[in-house]
Nanobody
Framework: QVQLDESGGGLVQAGGSLRLSCAAS????????MGWFRQAPGKEREFVAG????????YYADSVKGRFTISRDNAKNTVFLQMNSLQPEDTAVYYC?????????????????WGQGTQVTVSS
């Protein structure tokens, strides 16, 4: 069982930056691939970024490539999402998720555990 707790969301102006954190409980965190998803009002949840269990592989949605960076610290059971050059269209609730598959996947059903989400609002 893995519990995930996101933090770091907030209100930022367009062009600004935020760093999201996701703290995980459980001794097997390092064996899980981790992902960030987001859901804007009235829209379906979408994949944002993912990282393999060891951190050697990452994958990004085209909409955030070059602006967002996912990383992890297995010693601290934490995954991060650094978000730069934020735009109003990035406004959403951001969720972190853990997949027992271990490798990066953008498919949400592949993720076994989900956090409660953190709100990111980007004003124009």
């Amino acid at each position: 069982q893995v519990q995930l707790d996101e933090s770091g969301g907030g209100l930022v102006q367009a062009g600004g930056s935020l760093r999201l954190s996701c703290a995980a409980s459980g001794r097997t965190f390092s064996s899980y691939a981790m992902g960030w998803f987001r859901q804007a009002p009235g829209k379906e949840r979408e994949f944002v970024a993912g990282i393999s269990w060891g951190g050697s592989s990452t994958y990004y949605a085209d909409s955030v490539k070059g602006r967002f960076t996912i990383s992890r610290d297995n010693a601290k059971n934490t995954v991060f999402l650094q978000m730069n050059s934020l735009q109003p269209e990035d406004t959403a609730v951001y969720y972190c998720a853990a997949s027992q598959l271990g490798y990066v996947t953008r498919v949400s059903p592949a993720y076994d555990y989900w956090g409660q989400g953190t709100q990111v609002t980007v004003s124009s």
